[in-house]
């Protein structure tokens, strides 16, 4: 079965940096856009950063542009998240999602990592 595993979370000092990371197995993983979500306490998910399948086209939400930077590895079936200059506001629950839609819409989740920024 498809299983996404995150890593990479912790708790840093604002300003400071983190790099998630999310294997994927039980899929091709270069047929699947890959995405960064997260969650905060009280509010929706959100999308953060989405790579393409190939690794080109990344975008990012309009409050982590310039700070994180989405990339991946396919020969290692892995997407990474670059976190720089952390905020307070940056402290959520951070999910990998592997979409794929060609005959059906595929969506799959990780179990979330935890990124707490504070002093």
């Known amino acids: 079965q498809v299983q996404l595993v995150e890593s990479g979370g912790g708790l840093v000092q604002p300003g400071g940096s983190l790099r998630l990371s999310c294997a994927a197995s039980?899929?091709?993983?270069?047929?699947?856009?890959m995405n960064w979500y997260r969650q905060a306490p009280g509010k929706a998910r959100e999308l953060v950063a989405g790579?393409?399948?190939?690794?080109?086209?990344?975008n990012y939400a309009d409050s982590v542009k310039g700070r994180f930077t989405i990339s991946r590895d396919n020969s290692k079936n892995t997407v990474y998240l670059q976190m720089n200059s952390l905020k307070a506001e940056d402290t959520a629950v951070y999910y990998c999602?592997?979409?794929?839609?060609?005959?059906?819409?595929?969506?799959?989740w990780g179990q979330g990592t935890q990124v707490t920024v504070s002093s």
């Open positions: 999602n592997a979409q794929r839609a060609v005959v059906k819409i595929e969506n799959y």
């Open positions: 039980g899929l091709t993983f270069s047929l699947y856009r």
């Open positions: 790579i393409s399948s190939a690794g080109s086209s990344p």
